[in-house]
Nanobody, 120 residues
Framework: EVQLVESGGGSVQAGGSLRLSCTAS????????MAWFRQAPGNECEWVGT???????RYANSARGRFTISRDNTKNTVYLQMNSLKPEDTAVYSC??????????????WGQGTQVTVSS
């Protein structure tokens, strides 16, 4: 059974930091492109960034310079370090495998999401 389980969400004041984790099982994590997406109420799903099995991560403009994606293939875990958080970063954050930068929940594997709330 494929599982992606996010953790680390919560409430933080503007300017603060959070680190999200996503632990995977049931598929070959080490060979999979992993991505983070977010969706705020009333908004469309938004790509945050993608990290390949080896190499550098890519980021959406909204995330570049503030967010960092990393992975530990020995732990089947991908991370999203978020710094200098803004109220507009408030959303449910989900990790996904095998979807690149396209938010299509009908493809790849998806976690259930974790809520991030940034207050001003």
């Amino acid at each position: 059974e494929v599982q992606l389980v996010e953790s680390g969400g919560g409430s933080v004041q503007a300017g603060g930091s959070l680190r999200l984790s996503c632990t995977a099982s049931g598929f070959y994590f080490g060979g999979s492109v992993m991505a983070w997406f977010r969706q705020a109420p009333g908004n469309e799903c938004e790509w945050v960034g993608t990290i390949p099995p080896l190499g550098l991560a890519r980021y959406a403009n909204s995330a570049r310079g503030r967010f960092t994606i990393s992975r530990d293939n020995t732990k089947n875990t991908v991370y999203l370090q978020m710094n200098s958080l803004k109220p507009e970063d408030t959303a449910v954050y989900s990790c996904a495998a095998g979807v690149g930068d396209i938010c299509n929940r009908a493809s790849g594997y998806w976690g259930q999401g974790t809520q991030v709330t940034v207050s001003s």
